[in-house]
Structures are given as structure tokens and as C-alpha cells.
């Protein structure tokens, strides 16, 4: 109803199915329009939240500088963080930072295709800032109860026009991150009782 | 063509009793229009009322909404340009701010508040504070996401005997802080009585160049993946949130020469962490009275419980 412009929501998604959104679109023919990629639960996405593990980060710019961070899930799956001049903040972030550190990124996906073809899913940080574990264990839990609900409108039988487009555009088991939900919850499960096991 | 007929009869009704149209006569005007020369339908209807209300001497103020309008909550308004009748207080009444008006200020009722505004040529009785009327016949407006109410010719005032007591609209919102915008941390705003306003390079929008006064606010987002809500830290919830005093966000800006990096510590403080807050409503922001930092350890068996029994 209100003319003002809305703000993109941060999805929350883990690595298995972001490093798998390969396919981007449009809502309109305007330049400026915003770009999705489509997550393969059936939800576009413009923006991103990420809180994960800090594992590395490396200058892999030629003439300028330009970071990369490899950011892990709690299954061990890689989110890409690439930041240049045009993030000033984040590239200083990353600069400044030493792995291995808990970080949260918000951030928007972008796509690039390799001289191979394939399609490779990376994330152009907005912020990214130094958190501590709760907030990551936080960011799971929440994580997963998004990929599960998605993974819910999915299966049912109103599907709406991003899950009618994940099943025209991807050929991939929504089953691989219902699993990725799970392992990641039993991790914080797992933490927790090692914790309480140890006096 | 059945949504044709329906807006034909929309209008029909709001001439029936100046007028002897009808709906047929309506429904071919804007027939015209929207089918053979492709005029969106608003914009037909514009037209096609236009033109019966030249026919009949009227202005659009005249209009109404042809009777029967509904009576309507605070919080419930969330589309411009509709008639409405509402019972509200006039809690506060501001300063006109041009000869247009003839009385600006807050009305509001159980559900939340929401600003009016009473043109001067309308010829309204006065609306004194603290006093509680039945308004019928106001439009709703609405301005960067927010609503507001006005009264015209046509509006009819009655003042009521009880009392209202005046919901605050207060809500409570969590999710991850995930944006601090413009305008955040050390800012400095117009000193000129009454004003407030933040100034940009030194400037007030309203008063020029002055010498202004430090504050501390934070104009943030929170994102629970989804929804987003705007918020605003005033500085007593700035300082509870970062740590950070306005008079040692004062020596942080000194030392740099530069308020800028205020907020970038602020940023580095808070941005991507989770949070609670509750707090009034205002226009499309929620106003920060209460703030808990999300930061005792979660419980993954409830949510483990549940993702295996999918």
C-alpha cells in the first residue's frame, strides 16, 4: 500500500542451499530493479544474514585490494564473502580480522560464471562484525527453523510462484536441507552435552 | 466488466442525491475510458467523478464518501484517501506551520494515535486538547509510510461526554540488528525553540545555518528473516545500547574531527547481534523504550524436537 520503498528482508539460509541458488531474475525491466537469486526451498532473496565461522581471509585483488572470506557453517559448508573498495567497512573488517573468529555479514548474493560454466554463489557484505558464540548458536537455531518452514511451503499445496519457479528452475531434493537443518541443530545438541559432560 | 459495474455504482451512489444519473451512465463513461482509450481504472474514475462533479457544481471536498462511511480504529487506517468516521481525543496540538491550517496536532483513541490536520478554508469549529469527538467524514492521507487524517468542509465535529483512554500502540519486535542507518550516533539538531529538527552540514531545513546541539540517537533495523522493523534508539536507548555516552561520544568526535566515526563504533558494537525491543509506535518506526540484548545461550532441543518431526 505505501509507496515508500521497502526494505529487502535478510534470509536466513545455510551454506548448502545459498552455494546452490544459482539461478537470478528480476520482478521488472527497470535497471534499477533489485537482483535474486532464487533459493532452491522456493524464496527469493536480495539480502542475506549470515553468522558463521571466520576460517580465512586472503587479498586476492590485482590491482586493488580485494578480500576474500570464507565463512563456515556449522556443517562445514563454506559461505564466499568478497569485498573490494566499494565496501570500504567490510574490506577493512576482513583486513583487520584473524581467523579463526565468529562473524555476522549481512549481505547481498551475487553470481558469477566460471570459465567451466558453472555458476558459483558468493556474498557482497554490507557490514560484517565480530560476534561472539551465543549469537552464532543463536543464528542456527533460527536458521533452521526458516529452512524448515520454507522447506513446509514447499511440500504443501498452495505453492506460491517462488516454489512453482524452484521446481522449473532446479532439479535439487529439498530433502539435502531439511538434513542441513538437522545436522546443524544436533551440532548445538552436541556442544551442550560435551559441555555438560566435562566438570 | 462486473469490476466496472461495481465502481460505477461506487460513484453512482456518491451523486445519487445531486444528481439524476444512472449506473448504466456510469458504467459506459468509464467503458469509454478504460476499454477504448486504455486509461487506467483510477485514473478513469478520477475522471469520470470530475466530471459529475462539475456537472453538479460541487467541489471535491463536497463528496464525502457518500454516507454510510465506516467507523473505523486509529491503528486500523492503513490506506490513503479513504472516508472514514472515527471517535478520538485530541491528545496534543502543534503549531500550524502555514495559513492553510487552521489546526494540526495528535488525535487518538484505544487503538494508537495518529495525526490530523484541519484546513483553514474547511470553516471548523475549534478542537480543544483533552476533549473527545465524534469526527465523521474525515480523509485519510498518508506520507512516506505514514497515515494521517484530515478534516474537510464536510466533516462533522460533535464532541463526546466519555472519556478515552488513548492506546500508545506499543509493540514488541526481536530479530538481528542488521542495519544502522544515516543520521545515526552524534548528531546535532536545531536549537530553535520547538524545533528539534537534525541538522545536515551544520544546516536546519527549516531555521539555516545555527549552532546546534549534540545528541545521540540510532535509526536502526531489525530482521528476524521475516520481517523488517524500523527503529529509533533515542539517546538515553543509543547509550543503554552501545555502551557509548554522548559526553565520550563528544571526545570521540574530537579527537577525530569527525563525528562520523561515532557511529562506526556503534556499528562495530551492535550490528549483527540480536536484540528485543519494545516501544511505541510512530509511523513506521517503533520507538525504543525497552531493549534486551539477546545474548544467554539458546536451546536447540525444542527446535530439534520439532525439524525431526517433519
Known amino acids: 500500500m505505501s509507496s515508500t520503498p521497502t526494505r529487502e528482508v535478510a534470509r536466513r539460509v545455510f551454506a548448502r542451499e545459498f552455494n546452490d541458488a544459482t539461478y537470478t531474475f528480476k ?27 571466520l576460517t580465512e581471509t586472503e587479498d586476492v585483488g590485482e590491482d586493488s585490494e580485494y578480500w576474500q572470506g570464507r565463512i563456515v557453517d556449522p556443517n562445514g559448508d563454506t559461505f564466499f564473502v568478497y569485498a573490494g573498495q ?30 567451466e560454466g558453472d555458476v558459483n554463489v558468493s556474498v557482497r557484505p554490507e557490514s560484517i562484525t565480530s560476534v561472539d558464540e551465543t549469537t552464532r548458536d543463536r543464528w542456527v537455531v533460527e536458521t533452521a527453523e526458516r529452512t524448515l518452514e520454507r522447506i513446509k511451503r514447499f ?42 559432560a566435562s566438570p | 466488466m ?39 481504472l483510477e485514473e478513469a474514475r478520477r475522471s469520470v467523478t470530475n466530471g459529475y462533479l462539475d456537472e453538479a457544481g460541487m467541489e471535491r471536498d463536497d463528496l464525502g464518501g457518500g454516507g454510510g462511511n465506516e467507523h473505523v480504529e486509529l491503528a486500523d487506517i492503513d490506506t490513503a484517501e479513504q472516508w472514514v468516521d472515527v471517535t478520538a481525543k485530541v491528545v496534543d496540538l502543534w503549531e500550524p506551520r502555514s495559513d492553510s491550517i487552521a489546526q494540526v496536532g495528535l488525535l487518538g483513541d484505544e487503538s494508537g494515535t495518529i495525526k490530523f490536520t484541519k484546513w483553514a478554508k474547511s470553516d471548523l469549529p475549534e478542537l480543544e486538547e483533552e476533549h473527545v469527538y465524534d469526527l465523521g467524514n474525515v480523509v485519510t492521507d498518508e506520507y512516506q509510510g505514514n497515515y494521517s487524517v484530515k478534516l474537510n468542509r464536510t466533516t462533522t465535529i460533535e464532541e463526546v461526554e466519555e472519556d478515552i483512554e488513548v492506546g500508545d500502540d506499543t509493540r514488541t519486535v526481536e530479530g538481528a540488528l542488521v542495519d544502522i542507518q544515516n543520521g545515526s550516533g552524534l548528531i546535532k539538531r536545531c536549537p530553535e525553540e520547538g524545533c528539534t529538527r537534525v541538522l545536515q552540514n551544520g544546516r536546519c531545513s527549516e531555521h539555516g545555518e545555527v549552532d546546534g546541539e549534540f545528541d545521540l540517537r540510532i535509526k536502526g533495523v531489525l530482521d528476524d528473516g521475516n520481517e523488517v522493523q524500523e527503529i529509533i534508539f533515542d539517546q538515553e536507548a543509543t547509550e543503554e545500547l552501545t555502551g557509548i555516552e554522548l559526553e565520550e561520544a563528544k571526545d570521540m568526535a574530537m579527537d577525530a574531527l569527525d563525528t562520523t566515526v561515532v557511529a562506526d563504533e556503534m556499528r562495530a558494537a551492535t550490528l549483527g547481534r540480536y536484540y528485543r525491543v519494545t516501544g511505541p509506535t510512530l509511523g513506521r518506526y517503533v520507538l525504543v523504550n525497552d531493549l534486551e540484548i539477546l545474548d544467554e545461550p539458546v536451546d536447540a532441543e525444542q527446535a530439534l524436537i520439532k525439524a525431526r518431526s517433519i
Open chain 1, 27 to 53: 520482478e521488472s525491466d527497470d535497471e534499477r530493479a533489485p537482483v535474486y537469486v532464487l533459493l532452491p526451498t522456493g524464496a527469493r532473496a536480495n539480502r542475506i544474514f549470515v553468522v558463521g565461522t
Open chain 1, 86 to 115: 566499494y565496501q570500504p567497512d567490510a574490506a577493512a573488517t576482513l583486513r583487520e580480522l584473524e581467523p579463526p573468529a565468529y562473524v555476522s555479514v549481512v549481505g547481498k548474493p551475487r553470481t558469477y560464471e566460471t570459465d
Open chain 1, 155 to 196: 511440500e504443501s499445496d498452495t505453492a506460491d510462484e517462488y516454489v512453482e519457479m524452484a521446481g522449473e528452475q532446479y532439479d535439487l531434493p529439498v530433502e539435502n536441507y531439511r538434513r542441513a537443518a538437522l545436522e546443524a541443530l544436533e551440532s548445538l545438541e552436541d556442544e551442550e552435552t560435551a559441555a555438560e
Open chain 2, 2 to 40: 462486473t469490476d466496472l459495474r461495481t465502481h460505477a455504482e461506487e460513484i453512482h451512489e456518491q451523486f445519487s442525491d445531486q444528481l439524476e444519473i444512472d449506473v448504466e451512465d456510469v458504467e459506459s463513461r468509464l467503458d469509454t475510458l478504460v476499454n477504448e482509450y486504455k486509461v487506467p
